[in-house]
């Protein structure tokens, strides 16, 4: 575990962990050699001369003061590296998320995530805190009183170094076995509480459908693998407690018995054989506290896993200085792209020209959503290369390439804040004025004004008081906002209604008069208003050109126009009209 402990904690706090680390063995060794001075004592008070005993008793005394001032130091140095290392880990972990790719952000690992800057980041900060001091004790205060006792008697010595080691075995034999149950148990608790999530969320349709406490199987399913996991913990962990507990016991019973053969024969004294007996009771008492932490221990271990395997995880390379383009044209050349060794894009090659509006269009699972995630860089292909103004975005460091594009994508998440506040993501530093210029372009101001508080109103949390359109709306606000000279909306007018799509068709008309636009889209408007249009399909461009010209040509693109139209005139009708 200390190994683990130094990975997560990086190589600039190894000085002040092995500093504590320092501290707790000293204190150890201090209380370990308080223990083997009671041999000393306990003889001369039980001889014939127990004023011999004071030599003793100053030395214990003296023993116990520099243990105390040890440990007095090992326990606020323990605390402060608990606060510390909590601290530097969510940077770290905070650090290191910012950098991983947006696609690695999967629904399962973002509940990792959570659960790994919160419960595992408070599991790993017990252990400085709380569980490297019964660590130390353990292992440090038996191997001094075994080396010290060996100038007393050596027999009693080597059986109390025989036990030690027996204990230490059944420990780390047990510990296996229940460690591997921890962690089986941990991730059937993760998907639990998953479900758990998704069964309170899922009420509108659970309800909609008549199913409310009852028919939920995958959360049932979660509920009973939770118990069964509980029941293989136990089972798991019983058999070492147990185990420990009668070495311990039977370790004693062995040391009585050698003492009082020894005491018998004569080579013993009895009040020595008392003061050691007593001592081995001492021994036994931090081994047994040990164990009994052994689940707080391996909870540590296992996040500490956790937070390693993230910390590991790779994140794109980075140039160690940008490329700047000159341009602001997008070009894919040959890119291939897969999910799981499904592909996407198969050897595409499109252009998006500076300052001019490209529609993208094609069925669904063609990849349009993926030629966008690839511009902003959001992923990285497994072939070809995306292009800013002839420069690979492989080239430029991240918060470079983000500063020259603006993303509005379909699923839009809004913060538990203000609707002001929320727009102004786009760009905090912009004045209260520009936030509200951005916003009236794309009719936030109309939202502003049916909310209790107006610009000040809180959107709940991920934007619940607002609807789908609502929410798209700040979102092109705030590509508005941050005015960018490369602009990418994946369905950006999806979930509008007519009465405001209109309004937001002219604001993308703006932007694409001096900007680079390139839109994912299916409405009629929008496609007839594109500069240019690509129509993806098989991962690959297979039209390219302006509205008439792909008419003209009677293609893909043609029958597409025609569904579509046909698609407007499309209505629902009653049971009298059917027949």
């Not at 191997?143 to 036990?163: G, K, N, P, T, W």
């Not at 799981?340 to 699972?365: E, F, H, K, W, Y």
Request: proline letters at 4%; one cysteine or more.
């Amino acid at each position: 575990m200390i190994r683990r402990l130094f990975t997560a904690l990086g190589p600039e706090h190894g000085r002040a962990l092995r500093g504590l680390l320092a501290l707790l063995v000293g204190a150890a060794a201090l209380q370990g050699l308080a223990f083997v001075l009671l041999v000393p004592i306990l003889r001369e008070l039980l001889g014939g001369e127990p004023e011999r005993a004071w030599p003793w008793v100053a030395a214990l005394a003296a023993l116990w003061a520099a243990y105390a001032a040890v440990d007095y130091r090992a326990t606020v140095a323990g605390y402060r590296a608990g606060t510390n290392l909590s601290r530097d880990l969510h940077h770290r972990i905070g650090d290191h998320v910012v950098r991983l790719p947006p696609a690695w952000f999967t629904a399962d690992r973002v509940g990792e995530l959570g659960r790994v800057a919160s419960q595992r980041v408070v599991a790993v900060m017990s252990v400085p805190a709380h569980l490297l001091r019964p660590l130390a004790d353990a292992c440090v205060t038996p191997v001094v009183v075994i080396a010290a006792m060996v100038v007393f008697d050596r027999r009693m010595a080597a059986a109390m170094a025989l036990a030690g080691a027996a204990a230490a075995v059944t420990y780390r034999w047990a510990g296996r076995g229940m460690r591997e149950a921890d962690r089986r148990a941990d991730a059937v608790h993760a998907d639990a509480a998953g479900r758990i999530v998704e069964f309170a969320r899922a009420q509108p349709v659970l309800r909609a459908f008549g199913r409310t406490a009852e028919g939920h199987a995958a959360l049932d399913d979660a509920l009973a693998a939770q118990h069964a996991a509980g029941r293989r913990t136990l089972r798991a962990g019983m058999p070492g407690i147990v185990g420990l507990g009668f070495v311990a016991q039977a370790s004693f019973v062995a040391l009585l018995a050698l003492g009082t053969h020894l005491a018998l024969g004569g080579s013993l004294g009895t009040a020595e054989l008392i003061a050691l007996l007593v001592l081995a009771v001492r021994l036994a008492e931090p081994v047994m506290f040990t164990a009994e932490i052994g689940g707080a221990i391996r909870g540590a271990e296992n996040a500490l896993d956790g937070i390693n395997a993230l910390l590991a995880t790779e994140t794109p390379p980075e140039p160690a200085a940008t490329r700047w383009p000159e341009r602001t044209d997008v070009e894919l050349d040959g890119v291939r792209f897969g999910h799981d060794g499904v592909p996407v894009l198969d050897g595409l090659s499109m252009r998006v020209p500076q300052g001019r509006m490209t529609a993208l269009v094609g069925p669904s699972g063609a990849g349009k959503t993926t030629v966008v995630k690839l511009i902003a860089r959001f992923c990285d292909p497994e072939a070809g290369a995306v292009r800013i103004g002839g420069v690979d975005v492989r080239d430029m460091r991240t918060e470079d390439l983000t500063s020259l594009i603006s993303v509005v994508f379909q699923d839009v998440y809004l913060f538990d804040g203000t609707l002001l506040d929320n727009v102004r993501v786009g760009r905090p530093d912009a004045t209260d004025a520009e936030v509200v210029a951005a916003a009236r372009a794309a009719r936030v101001d109309d939202i502003a004004e049916r909310l209790p508080g107006g610009w000040d109103a809180p959107v709940g949390e991920a934007g619940s008081r607002l609807s789908g359109g609502e929410r798209q709306r700040v979102s092109i606000a705030r590509a508005l906002l941050k005015d960018t000279p490369i602009v990418l909306f994946d369905e950006a007018t999806a979930a509008l209604d007519a009465e405001n799509e209109h309004a937001l068709q002219e604001a993308m008309a703006a932007l694409a008069r001096d900007r680079t636009v390139l839109v994912v889209a299916h409405r009629l408007h929008t496609l007839g208003e594109a500069d240019r249009i690509v129509v993806l399909d098989g991962g690959r461009a297979v039209e390219e050109g302006t509205h008439a010209e792909l008419l003209a040509r009677g293609g893909r693109y043609a029958r597409y126009w025609r569904e579509r139209l046909r698609a407007q005139g499309w209505r629902l009708t009653g049971p009298a009209a059917v027949r």
